[in-house]
């Protein structure tokens, strides 16, 4: 059975960091592209990130480039989303999705993941003083 398993989120405080795993079983990760979306109360979910099957493509959301930093480990079948400088408003239940390939697309960002199949329980992400 396919499944994605998000943890790491908490409570921390502005400036503050914190490491994300997507741990993945069930099917083969390396193969496959993934990718990092969140939402927010009352908002619609967008994308954070994608890293590429083989981990040398990587794209970002404009909001979090410079402050965060996928990467991904095929032999334990994970994959990380390190977040740094955390602000208020990256507060948010964050998900990790399969994509159908090997490359990430700019789409997949801009559309909150919408084509995408498998998605895991998501993990909560709060920033606050």
């Known amino acids: 059975q396919l499944q994605l398993v998000e943890s790491g989120g908490g409570l921390v405080q502005p400036g503050g960091s914190l490491r994300l795993s997507c741990a993945t079983s069930?099917?083969?990760?390396?193969?496959?592209?993934i990718g990092w979306f969140r939402q927010a109360p009352g908002k619609e979910r967008e994308g954070v990130s994608c890293?590429?099957?083989?981990?040398?493509?990587?794209i970002y959301a404009d909001s979090v480039k410079g402050r965060f930093t996928i990467s991904r480990d095929n032999a334990k079948n994970t994959v990380y989303l390190q977040m740094d400088s955390l602000k208020p408003e990256d507060t948010a239940i964050y998900y990790c999705?399969?994509?159908?390939?090997?490359?990430?697309?700019?789409?997949?960002?801009?559309?909150?993941?919408?084509?995408?199949?498998?998605w895991g329980q998501g993990t909560q992400v709060t920033v606050s003083s």
């Open positions: 999705a399969k994509t159908g390939g090997y490359a990430c697309s700019d789409y997949v960002l801009t559309s909150g993941g919408q084509s995408l199949g498998s």
């Open positions: 890293i590429s099957s083989s981990g040398l493509s990587t």
């Open positions: 069930g099917f083969t990760l390396e193969p496959y592209a």
